[in-house]
């Protein structure tokens, strides 16, 4: 994974670098932790099960941590997610589930 690869994924790199002192080691490592952690995982079964209020939780924190590093294509349905279930939304996920999810996998490609 590159920085030029991260850009044209659509990560807003000049954030997420700058976020991390301009250190591009750092901020690609931290790219790599984020889309190897379980959470997306466990937010998408908390959803499966109903659970909204763990399900929150986990995206609230997924969103920060994504928000964080500038993973704009991951942030930006990941916020709309966690407004839906901040408000306890009765709808069907599953579309900003599988949207973030192929985002995801994208990243993992590079």
């Given at each position: ?25 750092f901020y690609i490592n931290l790219v790599e932790m ?37 993973l704009t294509p991951v942030y930006e349905p990941m916020?709309?997610l966690t407004e839906l279930l901040r408000n306890r ?22």
């Open positions: 994974m590159t920085i030029k690869q991260l850009k044209s994924f659509g990560a807003d790199t000049e954030t997420g670098l700058n976020r991390c002192l301009g250190n591009a080691d984020a889309i190897k952690d379980p959470s997306f995982s466990q937010l998408a079964a908390a959803i499966a099960q109903n659970n909204l209020d763990a399900a929150f939780e986990m995206a609230h924190a997924l969103k920060g941590v994504y928000g964080n590093i500038a916020c709309k939304t009765d709808t069907d996920y599953s579309q900003l589930i599988n949207q973030i999810s192929i985002k995801l996998n994208e990243l993992r490609q590079l």
